[in-house]
Nanobody, 124 residues
Framework: QVQLVESGGGLVQAGGSLRLSCAATGLTSLRYTMGWFRQAPGKEREFVAAIAWSRASTYYADSVKGRFTISRDNAKNTVNLQMNSLKPEDTAIYYC?????????????????WGQGTQVTVSS
């Protein structure tokens, strides 16, 4: 049974940093692309970042490019999201996701597995 568990969320002031982690268990192969999505109150879930299993390719939403960095440790089956220069508009529940697909990585339907989410709140 695949399980993705996020951690590291919390409350931070604008301009601050947080580091989210996602621990994956039950994946039968390391060849999964891992992604982060977020959902703010009253809004649809949106893509944040993704990283290929080889770590050679990373993808970011324009809104976080240059501020967020996604990384993964295949030996530990974890994926991290370092978030710097946080803004109030980054406030959302952040979800970790995994997919065996290689295309449309910014789309929710691509992902096979999802975590329960972790709350990030950025105060102004």
């Amino acid at each position: 049974q695949v399980q993705l568990v996020e951690s590291g969320g919390g409350l931070v002031q604008a301009g601050g940093s947080l580091r989210l982690s996602c621990a994956a268990t039950g994946l039968t192969s390391l060849r999964y692309t891992m992604g982060w999505f977020r959902q703010a109150p009253g809004k649809e879930r949106e893509f944040v970042a993704a990283i290929a299993w080889s770590r050679a390719s990373t993808y970011y939403a324009d809104s976080v490019k240059g501020r967020f960095t996604i990384s993964r440790d295949n030996a530990k089956n974890t994926v991290n999201l370092q978030m710097n220069s946080l803004k109030p508009e980054d406030t959302a529940i952040y979800y970790c996701a995994a997919t065996s697909n290689l295309m449309h990585l910014d789309r929710q339907f691509t992902y096979n597995y999802w975590g329960q989410g972790t709350q990030v709140t950025v105060s102004s």
